[in-house]
């Protein structure tokens, strides 16, 4: 989306993400690298710090936001 964004392809005023309260596995990679920069999935943002104590991820709903918020465009707000 970020790269739509800088390409001019898409501009957008409203997006709406929703998502369910599907648990994670403990078995997927989505636990262990939700939190890793260098996971080649996520874009983060440069000033994107990571919490000493980062909160644990449970559902679906809480990934996706912890997601947008650590690759959020510039040009782009998020409100819960």
């Not at 898409?10 to 596995?25: A, M």
């Not at 983060?44 to 465009?73: C, G, T, W």
């Amino acid at each position: 989306m970020n790269t739509m964004i800088e390409k001019q392809k898409i501009f957008p005023s409203v997006t709406y993400l929703i998502g369910g309260e599907r648990t994670l596995s403990d078995k997927t990679w989505e636990r262990e690298q939700l939190y890793n920069k260098k996971n080649g999935i996520i874009s983060f943002r440069n000033d994107y710090k990571i919490l000493r104590n980062p909160i644990e991820i449970r559902d679906a709903r809480e990934m996706l936001k912890l997601v947008f918020s650590q690759s959020l465009h510039p040009k782009l707000n998020l409100y819960y």
